[in-house]
């Protein structure tokens, strides 16, 4: 019980650190300078801890030896792992379409996320 308790816990630093930077990167791609108070009070505010990442990685790579690919979709839609995202869709042998539909049925505000993802599947 404990050891389910840290993973998500890491996860969900793992996954605040990446929205934070993300954020942060769009809002200096768009010249917006980025939260400067927050830059100053902790310089490595955004950068994700290696063994967090290789955590979330062994996440995902279990998540697949096991055929969990829905699962893997929605911790890779949480965490802005794109790569996963693909990666799962890829792996999972049924038809890209068709596992979309069934993951993000109610979720409409992923479609925006999941639209340059399915764009460059639809090539494939």
Do not use: H
Request: aromatic share 10%.
């Amino acid at each position: 019980m404990t050891l389910i308790f840290i993973t998500a816990k890491c996860i969900d630093t793992y996954t605040a650190k990446r929205k934070a930077g993300e954020a942060a990167r769009r809002r200096t791609a768009d010249g917006i300078p980025a939260d400067p108070e927050a830059a100053a009070a902790d310089p490595k505010a955004f950068e994700v801890d290696p063994r967090q990442e290789g955590i979330v990685n062994r996440m995902f790579q279990r998540c697949f030896d096991e055929g969990e690919f829905k699962q893997a979709l929605g911790i890779a839609v949480e965490t802005n792992r794109m790569d996963m995202f693909k990666e799962a869709i890829l792996q999972s042998g049924v038809s890209w379409k068709t596992l979309l539909r069934n993951v993000f049925l109610s979720r409409e505000s992923y479609i925006f996320y999941c639209m340059p993802l399915s764009l460059v599947l639809i090539e494939f």
